[in-house]
């Protein structure tokens, strides 16, 4: 997921620096005084108390989907410290940095989330669900093989591997399942999703514009994110939707893209409208943990929330 959004934005970068130019002599936005990422600070470990209203001493259960890519190996590590029991489900099933003291803690599950009977076992005993699955390009770019280099779990596409299919149609079965299996006990159970900042382009000036300009692959790819954006929220009475939309998604071993990581800050710090500030995977990462950890936390969560709940110290 987070290798798509970064190629998708690495393949728009003309595009951003003639709008830093345009803006720089026009703009009427108040641009930010941060031109880089906040530095990280690792929250304190907090094994006692998971999210508010949750008795001492009482470990919740947390459903990863897609735990091993980028995103998701890093909140499989913040929700370990955060104390959650933590069980993971991938295609690949297996511990992506074994000997890692977090990642050995969680329940590595072998599975298809396009597989509803896999989901249904595997959420019925779910207090919380993330969704970070995604891949770099679907089977119908024409791109598949740059997965091999610039995908976190080196991910393979097979036929079914379509964008509609990973993003909607697995969001959708957790939440087919959420709703047949919990609709008896816990209400408003916390589903944080990921989608992109470029989700939000129809709601931004000039958005529409440059999402025009962008490549098919990207189109498809903003369309199922915005699906399962407006699943969620027809879902509200059953979930307590979390939606992240971080821009570019990166740390210091992500070579590919920390050369254009300037340029964006530098274009949001101008004030050009259509382009978010970067975030850094641990931030986000932080920032879903505290996320399902607050009960008031709930609908979209952009850069400038993302890093006040990245920045969050455990107590």
């Known amino acids: ?31 930010s005084n941060v031109l880089t990422g906040v530095p990280f600070r690792r929250a304190a470990a907090s ?95 024409g791109l598949t093989q740059l997965n091999l280099i610039t995908s976190a779990s080196r991910s393979k596409p097979d036929q079914d591997s379509t964008y509609d299919n990973i993003t909607r149609q697995t969001a959708q079965n957790v939440l087919d399942s959420i709703k047949t299996q919990k609709s008896i006990g816990a209400k408003n159970i916390p589903f944080a999703f990921i989608s992109a900042a470029e989700a939000g382009w129809p709601e931004v000036k000039y958005g529409e514009n440059v999402e025009a300009a962008a490549p098919d692959w990207l189109k498809r790819y903003l369309v199922a994110k915005r699906n399962v954006e407006l699943m969620m929220d027809a879902n509200k009475s059953t979930i307590r939707p979390i939606i992240f939309r971080p821009s570019l998604i990166w740390n ?29 995977v641990e931030t986000l990462a932080q920032a879903i943990v505290e996320g399902i950890k607050d009960d008031t936390i709930r609908g979209v969560q952009r850069f400038p929330q993302i890093e006040k709940l990245g920045a969050v110290e455990s107590s």
């Open 1 to 31: 997921m987070a290798a798509t959004r970064n190629c998708a934005l690495f393949c728009l970068v003309s595009v951003v620096l003639t709008a830093v130019l345009l803006v720089r002599n026009g703009s009427t936005n108040k641009p």
């Open 252 to 280: 210091w071993a992500k070579i590919d893209v920390l050369p254009i990581i300037p340029i964006f800050n530098l274009a949001n710090a101008l004030g050009v409208p259509f382009v978010d500030k970067t975030v850094r």
């Open 47 to 141: 094994r006692t108390r998971v999210w508010a209203g949750v008795p001492p001493g009482l470990t919740k259960k947390l459903l990863v989907l897609g735990g091993t890519g980028f995103v998701g190996r890093e909140v499989c590590k913040r929700a370990i410290d955060a104390g959650f029991e933590v069980t993971s489900l991938s295609r690949r099933g297996d511990n992506p940095k074994p000997g890692d003291e977090q990642l050995d803690q969680v329940t590595w599950v072998k599975g298809n989330a396009l597989d509803k009977s896999t989901v249904d076992s595997l959420v019925k005993d779910a207090d919380a669900i993330v969704h970070a699955m995604g891949l770099l390009f679907d089977i119908k770019s």
